[in-house]
């Protein structure tokens, strides 16, 4: 999906993102190419330090996370 001038392609389930937006997304891919997992649900909006998806502290979100993801090599850095 996306759009080039007036032209464009809306893909059922894919998130949205505005400028400015903060958010967390889980992500799957390799090299330059990405995809968000689960589509619309790997996508978490962050607002004055709350998860809206599932209205967790920021803080919590991150531990949360931190507590069920298995480590690797490519998410030890987000890990520490």
Do not use: W
């Not at 059922?12 to 400015?20: A, V």
């Not at 909006?45 to 919590?60: A, F, G, P, R, Y």
């Amino acid at each position: 999906g996306g759009e080039v001038g007036n032209i464009g392609l809306a893909v059922s389930d894919m998130p949205k993102f505005k400028t400015g937006e903060k958010v967390a997304v889980f992500l799957k891919g390799e090299g330059a190419y990405y995809d968000v997992v689960g589509l619309e649900q790997g996508k978490f909006t962050i607002k004055d330090n709350q998860v809206l998806e599932n209205n967790l502290s920021l803080n919590i979100f991150i531990q949360e996370i931190k507590a069920n993801i298995k480590p690797t090599s490519l998410n030890q850095e987000v890990l520490e």
